[in-house]
């Protein structure tokens, strides 16, 4: 393989329903038609929300792959799409609408909101507490493709152990649950402080009740899950937000602006954020930027009357 | 847990005499479910089963899975380094 071949064609003329068109490449990244280093060569990025996708319309991906890659390969995109690789550009007006008849869309790259990647949250992992899926699905069909400073990439996490990656997201959501404990139900059983994994819960050497120590506490639920006889229950679930972060050359961690916040409140935490991003950010900055040049402090004043007053995780078990 | 039983605790759980016992101490998650599992799926609704499992993942892990089948875990035990649950199964 010749690392360094590329072919540096940025303009072709292509007939398009009968009439001659030049094409820029550089124009066809937003529609998330990506040029490869082979001359004339494609990479065809799909949208595939949370990274799911039904089985039927899978089937029908892989025959579009099957026909229009020339060298018969798909790759799975980091944030969770199914690329089309080697597909050739005077292709692409058959392939779209070839994918556009199994409801297929194309994704997009460049300054906008991007497809919103999820884990499989509450739907079916037993570790979920939020429904990921659902919200990446509101993602795509409300802020999909908004124009933005630069590219603006948003994630959920089902719970904290965040496998999307939500510090590394411009907006990024986890989920986490608050516990309570009711006394009357508990039988001192101590499964409760062998399944907390963060100390936060020992047991009573005499009773084998749970002391709690919130300040320890990353609101998982394994507690609530262990719990044979209820008596550790979901007070509430919520997100913690997270803006700011980023990958790349020089990654940012995401800031964090809010916790506990409800799954009705995300869209209009959504807009409010892409509205002050829009306001104080310049083009071709990361929101993490502009956090670090306007102060976070600042977002969070705009987020308040969205958010509202959300109480504090109790701190002291009395 | 050790030997101290509170009143609460002894009236939630008598000593339930199991109909089968199964000792998984040394199998790992997630065999131990799996086994538990299987033996609760030859059993009759409402028998029990004494199941004895290690600390650590074992007893983070199988009990949530035991729940999240809708079995009932009624009785447990701490023992040195492991636990002895029982279940009921619904």
Known sequence: ?318 | MSEAKTEAAKAASPDISPDISIDLRGTLCPMNFVKTKLELEAMETGQVLEVVLDSGEPIQNVPKSIKEEGHKIVDVKREDDHFRIKVKKC
């Not at chain 1, 072919?7 to 001659?20: L, R």
């Not at chain 1, 990025?45 to 026909?67: F, I, N, W, Y």
């Not at chain 1, 994918?99 to 997009?108: Q, R, Y």
């Open chain 1, 1 to 318: 393989m010749d690392r360094f071949i590329e072919d540096k064609t940025t303009k072709v003329k292509v007939d398009y329903e009968g009439a001659e068109h030049k094409v820029d490449f550089n124009d066809l990244k937003t529609g998330g038609f990506i040029k490869q280093r082979q001359k004339d060569l494609f990479t065809v990025r799909l949208r595939c929300p949370g990274g799911r996708m039904p089985t039927d319309k899978l089937v029908e991906v892989s025959k579009l792959a099957h026909k229009y890659s020339k060298k018969g390969v798909v790759h799975f995109s980091f944030r969770q799409s199914l690329e089309i690789l080697y597909v050739d550009y005077r292709e692409f007006t058959p392939l779209v609408k070839e994918l556009e008849a199994i409801g297929m869309k194309v994704a997009s790259c460049g300054p906008r909101v991007r497809v919103p990647t999820a884990c499989g949250g509450c739907e079916y992992n037993p570790n979920g507490l939020t429904d990921t899926q659902g919200l990446a699905r509101m993602v795509d069909e409300k802020f999909f493709g908004t124009p933005t400073h630069h590219k603006f990439k948003i994630s959920f996490s089902g719970c904290p152990i965040d496998c999307a990656r939500t510090r590394g997201m411009d907006l990024g959501f986890q989920g986490l649950v608050e516990p309570e404990w009711e006394e009357p139900t508990c039988t001192g059983c101590t499964i409760c402080s062998e399944a907390c994994k963060e100390d936060a819960i020992e047991s009573d050497p005499d009773t084998g009740k749970p002391i709690f120590s919130p300040d320890k506490c990353i609101y998982c639920g394994d507690c609530i899950r262990a719990c044979p006889t209820g008596a550790w229950r979901a007070k509430r679930y919520g997100h913690t937000i997270r803006v700011g972060g980023k990958h790349g050359r020089h990654p940012i961690d995401a800031e964090e602006v809010a916790t506990f916040v409800p799954d009705e409140k995300i869209p209009d935490v959504i807009e409010k954020t892409v509205e002050w991003y829009m306001a104080k950010g310049i083009r071709g900055e990361r929101i993490g930027t502009t956090l670090a040049r306007v102060g976070v402090e600042d977002l969070k004043k705009a987020l308040e009357p969205v958010i509202g007053e959300i109480a504090a995780p109790e701190k002291e078990r009395t």
